[in-house]
């Protein structure tokens, strides 16, 4: 545990990444709910976190592989694994990523796996706000179109623009407009939750082929 402890200690040092910890030491999710010697740990969205993975594990659907895209330190890896045949994350901060592996979660750095990866399906994939970074890098589409040739279902949430956060989607004024945009990708969209814990309005979106 000592070394989870010190690469607790390098997440929120250095450059800050997009959708990361802000201050050293501080986790984003409260890894301490599935991993009890991490239970002092601070984490920033201790109650949205856990508001959305109770949603999303109680809409079931636990088959197959479980794919976590901008996984964190994996907080929903770790809470659904043993409800799927297997269970992969992705992020793109190193340091969540080096937390998530001690941890003994499957999970790589980067998103380039996700073009050459085979799972077994039906493949459930989780986009949870983290596609308004993409968006600032030019990249939502592409992204969306790589989960779309994945996955069966998909859950979604972004920040529009009445959510709170650092970066937001101006274009997204209402849930119709996020829902005529997942359109684009799958045929039945569900909003299966709106909150204000995670910062000012979010929605969650079940999407299905």
């Known amino acids: 545990m000592s070394t ?5 200690g390098k997440v ?16 984003y999710q ?6 009890p010697a991490l239970a002092l740990i601070p984490s920033h969205k201790t109650q949205a976190t856990r508001h959305t993975f109770k949603v999303i594990n109680d809409l079931g659907g636990h088959e197959g592989t479980l794919l976590d895209i901008g996984c964190s330190t ?18 793109a901060d190193p340091a969540a990523v080096a937390v998530a592996k001690e941890l003994g979660l499957n999970v790589v750095l980067g998103f ?10 039906p493949v ?3 986009a949870l706000n983290i596609h308004m970074w993409w ?14 040739e994945r996955a069966d279902r998909l859950f979604f949430q972004t920040a529009g623009s009445k959510s709170g956060g650092i970066y937001r989607v101006p274009e997204f004024k209402t849930a119709a407009d996020e829902d005529y945009y997942l359109s684009r990708w799958f045929d039945r ?21």
């Open 189 to 209: 969209r569900e909003l299966v939750d709106t909150t204000a814990l995670h910062g000012g309005v979010r929605h969650l979106w079940l999407c299905q082929k």
């Open 112 to 121: 380039e796996h996700l073009k050459f990866a085979r799972y077994m399906r």
């Open 4 to 8: 989870v402890l010190s690469l607790i």
């Open 12 to 27: 929120g040092q250095g450059p800050y990444l997009d959708g990361s910890s802000t201050k050293p030491g501080w986790l």
């Open 74 to 91: 994996g907080y929903y890896l770790a809470g659904l694994r043993d409800r799927y045949l297997s269970a992969f994350g992705c992020d």
């Open 124 to 126: 459930t994939a989780l």
């Open 30 to 35: 409260p890894m301490g709910d599935f991993f």
């Open 135 to 148: 968006h600032k890098q030019h990249v939502a589409d592409q992204m969306m179109d790589e989960i779309a």
